[in-house]
């Protein structure tokens, strides 16, 4: 393009062909190589398609996580939606643990100490100690903000795959108040799901207690007898 700029005044004509062979050979060159490099690929991956495979597949997750990994605007909304739902709760039914959690992330939020660091694959919210749009002195020295080693103990949620990690699970059983139950006895905190015998047992005697009593035969068993003779009075 250069050389057709210096030709263009004298040799216009000549100029013009030169640089449509230039960039003909060019794209031919381009395009050859990129067809090379394509059956390079397409015969390794033949040769050894589990390798191939591994590196689609590694290809694929870095590309899913890439684009599936939450940023500050989701991490806000998720938030204020969880903090509504423990709202919405009474004291004496909102989990301590999720309620302490909640309350911690949206104090640090208001007052602006949360940071969101993007690590390509994951996004990872940690708190720092003072929100930098301050002017205090303690905001503004650098020497004095926290180093980049410490920021593996400040960190407060993973997101990760369209999720905060962390929050999900500070939030399980956010409607059970452990400290309800903290003075019952041993084997009463404990609930374990009951086993398919013990469930069919106590329906099938369930539905025997719908029967009516059998009548006529009181002889048979001494309580229908009692209860038939007293039903008799
Ligand atoms: C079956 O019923 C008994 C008595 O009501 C109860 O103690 C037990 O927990 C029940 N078992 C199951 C599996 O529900």
Not at 29 to 50: F, I, K, N, Q, T
Not at 160 to 183: A, G, I, P
Request: aromatic share 8%; charged share 20%.
């Amino acid at each position: 393009i250069i050389l057709s700029w210096l030709l263009r005044l004298k040799h216009l004509p000549l100029a013009c062909s030169i640089t449509t062979m230039a960039v003909r050979v060019w794209c031919r060159s381009l395009l050859s190589d990129y067809r090379e490099a394509c059956r390079d690929m397409v015969v390794g991956a033949r040769e050894r398609p589990l390798k191939a495979s591994l590196y689609a597949v590694a290809l694929g997750g870095g590309w899913f996580c890439f684009h599936s990994q939450p940023g500050q605007s989701e991490f806000q909304a998720a938030l204020v939606e969880r903090s509504n739902q423990l709202g919405l709760l009474s004291p004496w039914t909102r989990s301590a643990a999720s309620d302490a959690h909640v309350q911690n992330l949206v104090k640090l939020q208001s007052q602006g100490r949360l940071r969101l660091l993007s690590l390509g694959l994951l996004s990872v919210v940690y708190g720092v100690d003072h929100d930098p749009d301050t002017t205090l002195y303690e905001a503004q020295c650098s020497s004095l903000s926290a180093p980049w080693r410490e920021i593996p103990h400040r960190v407060l949620d993973v997101g990760f795959c369209w999720r905060w990690w962390v929050l999900e699970s500070k939030m399980k059983d956010y409607d059970v108040n452990e400290e309800e139950f903290r003075h019952l006895p041993a084997d009463m905190q404990r609930t374990s799901p009951p086993g398919l015998q013990g469930v069919q047992r106590n329906e099938s005697l369930h539905r025997q207690s719908w029967l009516p009593l059998p009548v006529g035969e009181e002889r048979q068993e001494p309580e229908g007898v009692l209860i038939c003779s007293r039903l008799e009075r």
